[in-house]
């Protein structure tokens, strides 16, 4: 795949709340920032032929088909052409990878592509959809909260509320240290007086280990599509904070002054009961397309959707995990839905600039079972 990443950047992340470092903004501001951002550092956002952006919650702030409406206050050209994309969490590696493949078909010279969720104003589920409560699906079709969807994987996999542990105190110890190492966060784009993620709450293993099971009472709710009495094992520390966030990445046919290559990029659709697995299909799709293995991988940024991805991805797979999430995770930056994927795009590009490494990984994974992969190689 001759396609290329110009720059990617993201917003810090902002707690998802009325007092939020973001909440006073409005999605569409937040990507003008990024594309403000993009300008800045000597790229042309604007003359792009294509913009997708993915957003999840696609109603109030976030209705309106938000790339329109982004592209407008951003200032894009009148003949780009856009897309408002769902693809649960996986949204913003979906954009992505959509528009490489429109440029590698010659559909588009430059695009650009990503995601923005604001949950302080569009709170998860805030769509109401109906299938969410359906009762007309089979009962293994229905729809599962993702929270509980992470203890029936934990119950499954077998992944130990001590492993789930470790990798919560993991992420949150790297987080907190990354604010140290600007070269970890030198694509993060300050927007309105936020310079860092204000999720990060550094914890102890024994802190964790006092907290209780999250999800036991959402699981009366839904009985009848969960089939069994799952064992909730998932406290408030092994989900990701609900934050506001946007990245976007501008993507060009043409190599010069280029960060990355892509050189793997896959979907994947899974069982939407296990649905926190499809991210891992799409990784040995992802890697399998580009010709590399885990051990090619200089650096990876696998999503903490959850604890149990996490710490299933490094007991089951030949990973060094001094290689993985290095500047901290989702379980401690926070997991703004639709904007997820672009972020740790852009996260993947400055981690492995400070490396000086050569290839790269991204992992995106959602409910329902969806997940995208993204394979990079950095230029030097």
């Keep these: 795949m001759s396609v290329f990443i110009r720059d990617a950047v993201r917003t810090p992340r902002g707690k998802a709340r009325s007092d939020g470092g973001l909440a006073a903004l409005q999605p569409h501001e937040l990507v003008t920032g990024l594309v403000d951002g993009l300008e800045a550092r000597g790229a042309d956002p604007r003359g792009v032929d294509q913009f997708t952006l993915g957003a999840v919650g696609q109603i109030g702030a ?3 088909h938000p790339a329109m409406v982004a592209k407008m206050y951003a200032g894009l050209g009148d003949g780009c052409v856009v897309h408002s994309l769902n693809n649960f969490c996986a949204s913003g590696l979906s954009a992505i990878g959509l528009a490489a493949n429109a440029i590698a078909a010659g559909q588009a010279r430059e695009a650009l592509a990503g995601g923005v969720e604001m949950m302080s104003r569009v709170p998860f589920m805030a769509d109401r959809a109906d299938y969410y409560t359906a009762a007309d699906l089979p009962p293994l079709r229905r729809y599962i909260p993702v929270g509980l969807a992470a203890d029936l994987l934990a119950e499954d996999e077998g992944v130990a509320r001590e492993a789930m542990d470790s990798a919560a105190e993991r992420s949150q110890r790297s987080a907190a240290s990354a ?3 600007p070269s970890f966060n030198a694509s993060r784009i300050a927007l309105n007086g936020l310079d860092r993620d204000e999720a990060v709450r550094p914890t102890t293993i024994e802190k964790l280990g006092a907290l209780p099971p999250a999800f036991g009472e959402w699981g009366r709710d839904y009985a009848d599509a969960l089939q069994r009495t799952a064992v909730h094992s998932h406290t408030v520390a092994h989900a990701p904070p609900m934050v506001d966030g946007a990245a976007l990445a501008l993507l060009s046919s043409d190599p010069r002054n280029a960060r990355a290559r892509i050189v793997g990029f896959a979907e994947a659709g899974g069982d939407p009961r296990a649905s926190l697995t499809a991210g891992f299909t799409a990784m040995e799709k992802a890697l399998e ?15 903490e959707a959850f604890a149990v991805t996490i710490a299933k991805f490094l007991r089951d797979y030949p990973v060094d995990p001094e290689r993985v999430n290095v500047s901290g995770g989702h379980l401690a930056k ?3 839905m639709g904007a997820t994927g672009a972020i740790l795009t852009s996260t993947l590009l400055d981690v492995l600039d400070a490396a000086r490494g050569r290839y790269g990984l991204v992992v995106s994974t959602g409910a329902q079972g969806v997940g995208a ?3 990079v190689e950095r230029l030097a």
């Design 179 to 181: 604010e140290a190492h």
């Design 334 to 336: 926070g997991h703004p």
């Design 373 to 375: 992969a993204m394979v």
């Design 62 to 64: 976030q209705g309106g």
């Design 289 to 303: 397309r580009a010709g590399l293995a885990l051990s090619d991988m200089d650096r990876i940024e696998f999503m």
